[in-house]
């Protein structure tokens, strides 16, 4: 059984999370319906930071809050002593509403507005990840109009681009993100920014990608990073406070993938910076981490009600829920797999290969092809596991479909944190027609 955190079958058969039987949710709180484990969200953090605390370097573990953002989620990565990373002004105030430490906030984007900026500069938050010279031109402007210094990082891409099981290693990456470390952008950024008293550059930041499988893609990445700091130390005694070497660490979405504990991770990348930092002559710096579907993806589960079935002969069944691309797209967007059960019958031996359809107007809106599972029926409940990153955060109201609730459960008690929308709200922002003037 495919079962992650504090999940496990209880006596009527039925999927238990943080302690609450999902059947009691599904009808509390209607389908679809996001739960989240706060214990298992709360155990990833803390490995994260009791990995780096045992080589007792300095170092910040911040969650990649586009994963999922909300009021309540930002409020746990408080709790737990984590950073926040941001990518817009919308997850900016999400983060500055939830009473986040501002100082702990990082401010992430290829094409941050002047508004945005602004609103980062205002609020005093901790570092602006620096992506492009217009970018710099804005900052600069804005730091001298208000007469402040800004803590920025260089996002540079080091030519490693991770995915799942392999690295590909390019000479200049083809990417939107940052300045290339061997074109000469990252060395013109960086005079840029030391000959303005605009900046207080902390270090360099790069994310070589995402659901990645394996430690190799960090440590050549850390190279990367080190031998042009190096240079920069040798040839005008910059010394980096900060290196970010970004997110990407996979988590287990099927019995396909077989991720390393975060530990793994951590090891990995502060043995290669100290190994990096002592070859170069310089001081070991505080080592950034961004963790975003790692620290919440396996945490998460959907919770849909059985619909329709459609039977095509010597083909396939489909069977559809109440959801689909509009609370989960990556299935469309990127062919991602699930696992998922019946949340109400737990034993019931899985005698049928189904397909599980969403309820759009789009023959691409599929959840999982070929899944095995008991015989499903209208009003069975199905739980679709690892929807906690990329889930909420990128659902959509296609064909008007209201987006779900979300529920925090831990200890047996569960929490609304996002409200299911209603009909009302999807109008909320529509205004009428204007009446045509008659002559
Ligand atoms: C998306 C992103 C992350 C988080 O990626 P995960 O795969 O969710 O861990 C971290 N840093 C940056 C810059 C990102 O763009």
Known sequence: MFLHGTSRVNEQGHLEIGGVDVVELAKTYGTPLYIYDVALIRARARAFK?????????????????????????????????????????????????????????????NKSWGELAMALEHGIGCIVA????????????????????????????????????????????????FDLHNGQADEAFRRVRASAA????????????????????????????????????????????????????IRYTEEDDPIPVEAYVDCIVEEVKKQAAACGLPLPEIWIEPGRSLVGDAGTTIYTIGSRKEVPNVRTYIAVDGGMSDNIRPALYGAKYEAVLANRMFGERTEIVSIAGKCCESGDMLIWDIALPEAKPGDYLAVF??????????????????????????????????????EDLIQYDLPLKTKVKK
């Open 131 to 178: 992506d492009n010279f217009y970018e710099l031109e804005l900052i600069e402007n804005l730091a001298e109009s208000s007469g402040r210094t800004v803590p920025i990082l260089l996002r540079v891409t080091p030519g490693v681009e991770a995915h799942t099981h392999d690295y590909i290693l390019t000479g200049q990456e083809d990417s939107k993100f940052g």
């Open 386 to 423: 690892c929807t906690g990153a990329y889930g909420y955060s990128m659902a959509n109201n296609y064909n008007r479909l209201p987006r779900p609730a979300v529920v925090f459960v831990e200890n047996g008690e569960a929490q609304l944190v996002v409200k299911r929308e209603t009909y």
């Open 199 to 250: 900046f207080q550059l902390l270090g360099v930041h790069c994310h070589i990608g995402s659901q990645i499988f394996e430690t190799a893609g960090f440590v050549l990445a850390a190279q990367k990073v080190f031998a042009k700091l190096a240079e920069w130390n040798k040839a005008h005694g910059f010394v980096p406070a900060v290196v970010n070497l970004g997110g990407g660490f996979g």
């Open 50 to 110: 009791e990995a780096f605390r045992r080589h007792g370097v300095r170092a910040q573990v911040a969650y990649a809050s586009k994963a999922f953002s909300s009021i309540a989620m930002v409020q746990l990565a408080a709790e737990e002593g984590l950073s926040l990373d941001v990518v817009s002004g919308g997850e900016l105030y999400t983060a500055l509403a939830a009473g986040f430490p501002p100082e702990r906030i990082h401010f992430h984007g290829n």
